[in-house]
């Protein structure tokens, strides 16, 4: 972070913005945004659930056909890597939002480790790695196991601990 | 509606996911706020930006042409108030302390990690309105005062000079 104490740097601070404060008036948000409020709240995130669900399931179509594309035609790896990452990134946060816990945890360790191969070589082990990822995020959303997946979660949670990408 | 003036407050949601747009929106209209925007990318952000007064801007980080730290960059390099002190609140998914470490740096007011919920959404919303920051406009950095939290210097370190205030 920048180091404020350079004595050459010019630092001018301006005294915090009371506009907002203003604008609230004599509007009390302890009783506006109370608890009963911000539960109502919630519920607008639960009732959102079953849309994104649907859209997590289309992307992880989407998915799919990109690792199956990589894996049959391996050339322009950045070009691929990048189109799993952006896909494995939008499932990770739909898939949390809408209660699909562990589906958003393979979509994380997914983009995660695409992110790291973008500057290493992508060797066969990897690209398999890849497609489990992928084929585990798509069964979990058909078979729609919501949370961390139980009994099933916890066999896969050991799996990515155990998955290591050939050097 | 809720009987109160909440829709005073106009807002700027940014995002390329529809989904996640409807979502915020929903949210903050169910709490009051309907005086809502929306911009599906970071060009259509500017642009809004460019035509619209916002009192604070909730940005997506991940997106296709302009990311929001570069809506960030924008607004705050701007240096002239108002535009330059418009709080901001990063939304995204990038949980590493890495990002978060940029995006403080970038000069925003808060972030929000998703999934999100309500009420972590009311906390970084209320901070902005009822408890804004000095704003600190410099060389290196431009944004709200990153010392905001009021602690002593660790131990064998001078608390910093002061600075004259505008």
Same mark, same amino acid.
């Given at each position: ?58 992307? /992880? ?21 990048? #189109? ?49 990822? /992928?084929?585990?995020? #798509? ?7 919501? $949370?961390? $997946? ?18 | ?7 005073? =407050?106009?807002?700027?949601?940014? &995002? ?13 209209? *169910? ?28 940005? &997506?980080?991940?997106? &296709? ?32 302390? *890495? ?5 403080? *740096? ?10 999100? *919920? ?15 920051? &000095? ?5 290196? =950095? ?25």
């Amino acid at each position: 972070m920048a180091n404020n104490d350079d004595p050459s740097d010019d630092v001018t601070v301006l005294a915090a913005d009371q506009s907002l404060l203003r604008k609230l008036g004599n509007i009390n948000l302890d009783k506006v945004l109370s608890p009963e409020a911000i539960e109502k709240a919630e519920a607008v995130i639960t009732d959102a659930s079953d849309g994104l669900y649907v859209d997590c399931l289309k992307e /992880a179509d989407k998915l799919e056909s990109v690792v199956d594309q990589f894996k049959s035609r391996a050339l322009d790896v950045e070009h691929h890597l990048k #189109k799993i990452i952006s896909s494995s990134f939008s499932i990770k946060a739909k898939a949390g939002q809408s209660g699909y816990d562990l589906v958003s945890l393979l979509a994380k360790s997914l983009h995660v480790r695409c992110e790291e191969m973008l500057a290493e070589q992508v060797t066969p082990s990897a690209l398999k790695i890849i497609a489990w990822h /992928a084929q585990s995020i #798509k069964q979990l959303l058909v078979l729609n196991v919501k $949370g961390d $997946g139980g009994k099933v979660g916890e066999a896969i949670l050991a799996e990515i601990e155990k998955l290591k990408f050939a050097a | 509606m809720p009987p109160h003036s909440l829709h005073a =407050f106009n807002i700027l949601i940014v &995002d390329d996911e529809l989904l996640i747009r409807n979502l915020v929106r929903g949210v903050l209209t *169910s709490l009051g706020f309907t005086n809502v925007t929306e911009a599906n990318s970071g060009r259509k952000a500017l642009e809004q930006i460019a035509s619209n007064k916002f009192d604070f801007i909730i940005t &997506d980080w991940r997106m &296709d042409d302009l990311d929001g730290i570069d809506i960030v960059h924008h607004i705050r390099k701007s240096q002239t108030p108002p535009l330059c002190n418009t709080p901001i609140i990063m939304l995204t998914g990038n949980t590493e302390a *890495s990002y978060v470490k940029t995006a403080i *740096s970038a000069g925003i007011n808060g972030y929000l990690i998703k999934p999100f *919920s309500a009420e972590q959404l009311v906390k970084r919303i209320r901070a902005v309105i009822e408890a804004p920051r &000095d704003f600190i406009i410099s060389k290196n =950095f431009t944004g709200p005062d990153r010392r905001h939290i009021n602690q002593p210097p660790p131990e064998g370190m001078d608390r910093r000079k002061k600075r004259k205030k505008k």
